[in-house]
């Protein structure tokens, strides 16, 4: 019964930490950004999605280190939809985002595209017998879409 009045302030104090250090995250990569002449949209999406991807990032390796290459994938793409779903679903329902047309356009079609890469290179291969080739070539299409966002 102690366990459930020392999880409760905990679980409280750590949303309190959640949401400053959110605050200062955003604050931070805004500064960042205006002192690179970067758009704040672009540094925030490669730093934000850096920072939130690296538990991720260090699982996967770990997995993949110890030939479990499910946990890889279920990883990744679970970690996607929560992102997605979740993360855009509650934005959504505490502020509508405006969005411009033009850019839904443009980043569904590179959602699509990343999505028929995975579903392509799950078909032959490239995940498991051929790792190293599916590596590669997600290496390259994340850094062309890095410079594209640049």
Partial sequence: MIDLYLAFPAFIIGLILLWKGSD?????TSKTAAHLGISALIISVILVGFGTSA??????????AQNNS???????IGSCIANLLLVLGVAAIVKPIKIKKGIIR???LIMLGA??????SS???LL???H??????????????????F
């Fill in 24 to 28: 200062i995250l955003v604050d931070g």
């Fill in 55 to 64: 538990p991720e990032l260090a699982i996967s390796v770990g997995a993949a």
């Fill in 70 to 76: 499910d946990i890889s994938l279920g990883n990744i």
């Fill in 106 to 108: 443009r980043e569904f």
């Fill in 115 to 120: 999505t028929i890469v995975l579903l392509v």
């Fill in 123 to 125: 078909f032959f291969g």
């Fill in 128 to 130: 498991d017998k051929y």
């Fill in 132 to 149: 190293w080739i599916g590596g590669v070539l997600f290496l390259i299409l994340f850094t062309s879409f890095v410079g594209y966002m």
